[in-house]
């Protein structure tokens, strides 16, 4: 069985509000039968005010257009990292963060007798949102607790729809979704900084100058 065929079965999904998760959120939906429980977590980002609006308006919309196939967000409340490395800034803080994150998404697989997490990541995002990572994560997992898991990313699957963030941009106009609403800017501000690093890849992802929000 492939990845992908896991789609078409109950999944949890990793979801940030932003560009990546949403839009795979979205074509998950559109194209495959499996029902998305997405896992949503306050893990104490300064946008999550923002991220909180986003993942409530596309929540809307996935519940009008797929009905019982989406299900209300599951929100956890957790830092990652420990507020102590933020505050002392230590470059060492952002390291196996998906992999904290992973840890929640599997605790609540669990609790949903669901075996397949899915992430939104893709070939430059850091080690541990690599499938090599993920097979890692599986064996770990399966040694540690009576449960077996598989975690994925469908960007790195050539049968995707698209493996790219701008191809993910284009195939969700195609679809006729608006990303817009999603939030990537790091920032606590309303209105995105235009300089953090997600803000930048976004306006590279869009292929404008102009900030697409």
Same mark, same amino acid.
């Given at each position: 069985?492939?990845?992908?065929?896991?789609?078409?079965?109950k999944?949890? *999904?990793?979801?940030?509000?932003g560009?990546?998760?949403?839009?795979?959120?979205k074509?998950?939906?559109?194209?495959?039968?499996?029902?998305?429980f997405?896992?949503?977590?306050?893990h104490?980002?300064?946008? =999550?005010?923002?991220?909180?609006?986003?993942?409530e308006h596309y929540?809307k919309?996935f !519940?009008?257009?797929?009905?019982?196939? !989406?299900?209300?967000?599951f929100?956890v409340?957790?830092d990652?990292?420990?507020?102590? !490395?933020?505050k002392?800034n230590f470059?060492?803080?952002?390291?196996?963060r998906?992999s904290?994150?992973?840890?929640?998404?599997?605790?609540?697989a669990?609790?949903?007798?669901?075996?397949?997490?899915v992430?939104a990541?893709?070939?430059?995002?850091?080690?541990?949102?690599?499938?090599k990572?993920?097979k890692?994560?599986?064996q770990?997992?399966?040694?540690?607790?009576?449960?077996?898991?598989?975690?994925f990313?469908?960007? !790195?699957?050539?049968d995707?729809?698209?493996?790219?963030?701008p191809?993910?941009?284009?195939?969700?106009k195609?679809?006729?979704f608006?990303?817009?609403y999603?939030?990537?800017?790091?920032?606590?501000?309303?209105?995105?900084?235009?300089?953090?690093?997600?803000?930048? *890849?976004?306006?590279e992802?869009?292929?404008? =100058?102009t900030?697409?929000?």
């Amino acid at each position: 069985m492939s990845d992908l065929s896991l789609l078409n079965e109950k999944i949890v *999904v990793l979801w940030s509000g932003g560009l990546d998760s949403t839009g795979l959120i979205k074509i998950i939906l559109n194209n495959y039968e499996g029902e998305v429980f997405p896992l949503f977590l306050k893990h104490g980002q300064r946008n =999550t005010e923002f991220e909180s609006k986003s993942v409530e308006h596309y929540t809307k919309i996935f !519940f009008k257009d797929y009905k019982s196939r !989406f299900h209300e967000p599951f929100i956890v409340t957790t830092d990652i990292p420990a507020p102590e !490395f933020k505050k002392h800034n230590f470059e060492s803080r952002t390291y196996l963060r998906n992999s904290d994150m992973i840890n929640n998404a599997i605790r609540f697989a669990a609790g949903k007798n669901i075996s397949t997490i899915v992430l939104a990541t893709f070939d430059y995002d850091m080690g541990d949102g690599q499938p090599k990572f993920f097979k890692i994560k599986e064996q770990e997992t399966e040694i540690a607790i009576p449960y077996k898991v598989r975690i994925f990313s469908p960007f !790195f699957e050539g049968d995707f729809p698209c493996n790219t963030k701008p191809g993910l941009i284009d195939y969700c106009k195609k679809l006729g979704f608006d990303l817009s609403y999603t939030r990537s800017c790091y920032e606590s501000s309303e209105f995105p900084c235009e300089k953090c690093p997600a803000c930048t *890849v976004r306006q590279e992802a869009f292929g404008s =100058t102009t900030f697409d929000y």
